[in-house]
């Protein structure tokens, strides 16, 4: 098979001359021979190319006709996207926009990261985009992703030529205009392929070297899609961490004590319940209450307490409030349910109140008030920021002084934002509509754009890595928006001391950060490592194991709370 940049060649070629769709990617998939299995090619060339060119072209047109553009466009580009449906599979769409000026000596098409035009209706969906894509997820990785990326990309190149012969996209240019026409994959590859005359769409001979580029640099900042940042918060430093206590709740004839991580006992069992250690103290229940213990056993807090949570910042929740490290209360608050009480984080927590005039409050570690809200109450502070959803006009990011940072609107007419994650390792998780899936900084520069799929439910950067969902299965990416690990997986968990749990047939395994298997897939509940060891059930049975997903302690029988 060719290089990528001489199949990306092979597309301006084909364009140029012209010919039937079906024609073209007849050509196209010969270049496919040495690479594609039998079977695959064979369903490939047997599709029918031609059979949705008119409904597209009719689908997009009325979209036009309904919200004519303010402007003449000064470019259109075609961008293509497979967001998924609630039943897993994929959806394969390709949209119009275009931008109010453009460059006409601009062969590199950086017009694509200035678009004003989203038509709302003028996006089409593809069913033969849809088979090629379901034809190949049994390939090698390699082969797999380029022959993806290059005939999806063919297959709609063809197609807007064709398109844009129509009648009304040709009146474009009865002012004697040239505009330039490009397709890509959002946050992927671009070419372009032409440009639309008074006379319809003409593709010029192709340049030696293709003129092509990443797309990254397409859609560059929030504010291309009306996001505001009022200022550049600094990097969150959060406090020196504690050593962690490599020390793990275990149950022995109905009474609680702790093992080592070899698996030995290390404190005597002679506790009802317990917890696990955090910030070198766990909390412990006897007859009288909760209290806590450190890693020698000895009780520095001493049990009264109807409820508690762990220690985080320093402090943690008891019946009445909040208590420090030495057991003094510092904060009165009264929580209905301890054990889940809103804990600290970067040094702030998030309280319910009902005093009539608002709905939660910030507090500081000595409990005085930071800011307040009347909208939905936000989940958690990370990387020293709070997102608050649900305001208006969308989503506000706020710090821990309750300082507006940014200003994210809620999705319309082709910009703003459906979702805009927490801020984890510098990055927050965006859904941006028909533009797709992506990341930004802490300066709202949009860093990466998902190549396919869309952000998954655990989408936070933990040690490089962040899940990503796509036709139903998960996989991950790194901070420079690479698929490092293709999506096979039916639930991904965020990564935890080099490892992250993972479901294939309802059965749970562990991964490394390359996507290699470690542990294999056995287990039926997991937590994440904590230090050289997780707790699991397999077979009914509560277990820990250790990195190499040995048996390092058995348990009695597990029945969830």
């Not at 208006?392 to 609107?409: A, C, F, H, N, S």
């Not at 820990?544 to 997903?549: K, L, P, V």
Request: net charge negative; charged share 25%; with cysteine.
């Amino acid at each position: 098979m060719s290089t990528v940049p001489q199949i990306y060649r092979l597309l301006q070629q084909l364009i140029h001359q012209g010919g039937s769709v079906a024609g073209q990617m007849a050509k196209l998939l010969a270049e496919f021979e040495p690479s594609l299995p039998a079977k695959e090619l064979n369903a490939l060339r047997s599709l029918d190319y031609e059979s949705e060119l008119s409904a597209l072209t009719a689908r997009l047109q009325s979209g036009i006709d309904a919200a004519p553009p303010p402007k003449m466009p000064g470019g259109i580009y075609f961008g293509l996207f497979l967001p998924g449906r609630e039943d897993g599979s994929i959806v394969a769409v390709y949209y119009l926009a275009t931008p109010d000026e453009n460059d006409p000596a601009d062969a590199e098409c950086h017009w694509v990261s200035s678009l004003d035009y989203f038509p709302p209706d003028a996006q089409a969906q593809s069913q033969v985009l849809e088979h090629i894509y379901r034809l190949l997820p049994g390939l090698p990785e390699e082969v797999r992703t380029t022959a993806e990326d290059v005939l999806c990309l063919g297959y709609t190149g063809f197609v807007v030529a064709h398109i844009l012969n129509a009648p009304g996209f040709r009146a474009w240019c009865e002012d004697g205009r040239v505009i330039s026409v490009a397709v890509g994959w959002d946050s992927g590859d671009l070419l372009r392929i032409g440009e639309l005359t008074a006379e319809g769409f003409r593709a010029p001979e192709p340049a030696k070297k293709p003129k092509r580029k990443a797309k990254g640099s397409g859609l560059d900042h929030i504010s291309k899609l009306g996001g505001v940042v009022h200022f550049v918060p600094p990097p969150y430093e959060s406090p020196p961490p504690q050593p962690l206590v490599e020390l793990y709740p275990v149950a022995v004839h109905g009474a609680y004590g702790f093992i080592n991580g070899r698996g030995e006992i290390a404190i005597e069992p002679k506790f009802s319940e317990a917890g696990r250690f955090q910030e070198g103290l766990a909390p412990v229940k006897t007859d009288s209450g909760w209290g806590f213990i450190n890693a020698a056993g000895e009780v520095v807090i001493e049990p009264r307490f109807k409820g508690c949570g762990n220690f985080q910042c320093g402090l943690a929740a008891v019946d009445d409030g909040y208590i420090d490290l030495r057991g003094k209360r510092v904060i009165r608050w009264s929580h209905n349910n301890a054990d889940w009480a809103p804990r600290f984080q970067c040094g702030r927590v998030i309280l319910e109140v009902t005093d009539g005039l608002h709905k939660w409050v910030c507090l500081d570690e000595r409990g005085e008030v930071v800011f307040s809200g009347d909208g939905v109450k936000p989940i958690k502070f990370s990387d020293g920021l709070v997102n608050l959803p649900f305001c208006k006009p969308g989503t506000v990011m706020m710090d821990r002084q309750g300082r507006k940072v940014m200003e994210l609107p809620a999705y319309q007419r082709g910009k703003g934002f459906e979702i805009a994650g927490p801020f984890s390792e510098g990055l927050a998780a965006l859904h941006m509509g028909k533009n797709g899936h992506g990341y930004m900084d802490r300066s709202g520069r949009i860093v990466f754009r998902l190549k396919r799929g869309e952000i998954g439910g655990n989408h936070e950067f933990r040690e490089g890595r962040a899940a990503f969902w796509c036709a139903g299965k998960s996989g991950y990416v790194n901070r420079e928006g690479e698929e490092v690990v293709a999506p096979r997986f039916k639930t991904a968990w965020e990564f935890s001391s080099g490892l992250a749990c993972v479901t294939i047939r309802e059965k749970i395994g562990f991964i490394a950060l390359d996507g290699t298997l470690q542990i294999p897939y056995r287990f039926d509940y997991i937590t994440d490592f904590h230090g050289p060891l997780a707790q699991v059930v397999e077979k009914g049975k509560i277990k820990y194991i250790n990195q190499a997903g040995e048996i390092v302690w058995h348990g009695p029988a597990w029945s969830p709370r």
